[in-house]
């Protein structure tokens, strides 16, 4: 049972009966709007066995496994990419030096500020470059100068004591940013990296735009069949419940590493052992 503190105090019976309300009319209101939503959806002919008959046939679940395989390899290789470019983007922007601050500084500037379907059309189509690589690149300059910023603002973000007490151990900068400032950030940073690498997987789908055979050039391909009158609502209805899963499943995987951090013997707190009666002195 919650207790009232200093910013909230417990609600009375009143507020109770209110915040009851509310939630029951909120449920209402969601419930209407799914029951007009699949309304529309069988008015208009939506779940007919003609518009669903394409996904029984082994030729359109291979092509749709194929663009899924597609998805993922272009997301594991960008967002690897992302994560090694974002830290040394962050790297050079701390640095101490104006030679190596500067330039980095502009990279990330540019390159946060470029959309990223221009970066990869242009890869694409200026340089000449294969599907898979332009995708990929595109993601990696603009997934990794943003990431580069959240790493920066994590690694400030750490109380400025500790890294005073670490230089007045003796330890070199290097030493401070790998066994101090690094090990508290990652864990602040966790969030924004799981959020930003969940905008590069949604992002792969640009791929289709470049002729990359990716998860939605697949869906694409299927929803235009005139063969089996335009599914596009029920490729939608396939292909959205596994972008939302792939994402869930890194939201996971981020509150897993969490979890396991917080474990982790390097960050739990020692157990000072019980004082003991030492030797009166004279």
């Known amino acids: 049972m919650s207790e009232a503190t200093a910013l909230y105090d417990l609600p009375g019976p009143g507020t109770r009966r209110r915040h009851t309300l509310y939630g029951v009319l909120s449920a209402l209101v969601l419930l209407a709007l799914a029951v007009w939503i699949l309304y529309l959806l069988v008015d208009t002919a939506q779940f007919t066995r003609t518009k669903w008959m394409p996904f029984a046939y082994k030729g359109i679940q291979e092509l749709l496994l194929r663009g899924l395989g597609n998805t993922l390899a272009a997301f594991a290789a960008a967002a690897v990419l992302s994560l090694a470019l974002g830290g040394l983007l962050a790297t050079g922007r701390l640095s101490e030096h104006r030679a190596v601050r500067r330039p980095a500084t502009a990279v990330v500037e540019f390159f946060r500020a470029m959309p990223v379907l221009v970066m990869i059309f242009f890869i694409f189509v200026a340089l ?47 030493q401070v940013m790998s066994y101090v400032l690094v090990p508290q950030a990652v864990r602040a940073m966790l969030p924004a990296i799981i959020s930003q690498l969940v905008v590069a997987l949604k992002d792969t789908s640009l791929g289709y735009l470049i002729t990359y055979e990716e998860f939605l050039h697949a869906g694409k ?32 995987f981020a509150g897993w590493v ?15 052992a019980p004082a003991e009666p030492g030797t009166l002195l004279p």
């Open 221 to 252: 391909l299927i929803a235009s069949n005139l063969d089996y009158d335009l599914p596009f609502i029920p490729v939608v209805m396939v292909i959205s419940p596994i972008y939302i899963g792939m994402c869930m499943l890194l939201s996971w």
């Open 128 to 174: 000449k470059v294969q599907p898979l690589p332009a995708l990929v690149a595109g993601l990696t300059l603009y997934n990794g100068s943003v990431l580069a910023e959240v790493f920066r603002s994590g690694v400030n973000g750490v109380e400025r004591g500790q890294r005073e007490a670490a230089f007045a151990l003796g330890m070199r900068k290097t």
């Open 258 to 272: 969490a979890r396991r951090e917080q474990r982790s013997p390097r960050t739990e707190a020692a157990v000072a």
